[in-house]
């Protein structure tokens, strides 16, 4: 019982550490991608409508197919989304993934209350 807590407890926290973690390295991301402050700065905004945009289409995805199979598949995309950023070799690609990773996300910020 206590294993399925903590299970909960940290996707419920992964939308948020994707965020937090994320803000302090905004400077020195803009530096070493050779960009704009401004235009790293709105890979957060992209982020955060991912997120927004997607809670409404897990919510029904979910009805259909299961919680668990679209929180898995949420949670996949999330990650994908990372990897992404993670080796973005541009600040467009990492928009590109931070993009992902908010609709991945979307899932997870959606179902965990559910579950």
Known sequence: MNFIIIIITLIACYPA????????????MSQ??????????????IYLIGLACSQIAYGILSEHFG????LWSGLVIA???CLICLFSPNIYVLI???????????????LWRTI
């Open 67 to 70: 919680r668990k199979k679209t």
């Open 32 to 45: 070493d991608l050779n960009t704009n402050i401004h235009i790293a700065q709105s890979s957060l905004s």
């Open 96 to 110: 590109i993934g931070r993009l992902i990773s908010g609709l991945g996300a979307g899932a997870l910020s959606t």
């Open 17 to 28: 550490i994707l965020t937090e973690i994320y803000l302090p390295s905004l400077v020195a």
């Open 79 to 81: 990650t994908t989304g």
